[in-house]
């Protein structure tokens, strides 16, 4: 029953890391797109540069969001198996306490 815990908690953890990827890649993509047109805001060259970098810094910093985010489901759903594990272990009786028993 413990193995199947552990079992369920490394498939949480592809699934998380596959949506870690997935919204580092669409935050990555749409920050790219904004940059590219920020021309469409302003014609003023001095603005679209302004808001190009703007937009590239913003995706540069969702990287971090998105692997702090990543890493603290990681580190939940690796705890909550530990605990349902200890759960599981602690509920187990113990036969030989029984056989020594003198009543």
Same mark, same amino acid.
């Given at each position: 029953m413990r193995s199947s815990v552990w079992v369920a908690a490394i498939a949480a953890l592809v699934v998380w890391s596959l949506l870690g990827w997935g919204g580092h890649a669409l935050l990555d993509w749409s920050s790219d797109w904004a940059a590219a047109n920020a021309d469409k805001?302003?014609? #003023?060259?001095? @603005? #679209?540069?302004? @808001? &190009?970098? &703007?937009?590239? &810094?913003?995706?540069?910093? &969702?990287? +971090? #969001? @998105?692997? +702090? @985010?990543w890493a603290i489901g990681s580190i939940l759903i690796i705890g909550l198996a530990g605990l349902i594990s200890r759960f599981l272990a602690g509920r187990r009786g113990k036969l030989t306490d029984l056989k020594n028993w003198r009543g």
């Open positions: 805001i302003s014609p #003023v060259p001095e @603005v #679209v540069e302004w @808001v &190009s970098w &703007s937009f590239r &810094s913003l995706g540069y910093a &969702s990287e +971090i #969001v @998105v692997l +702090i @985010v």
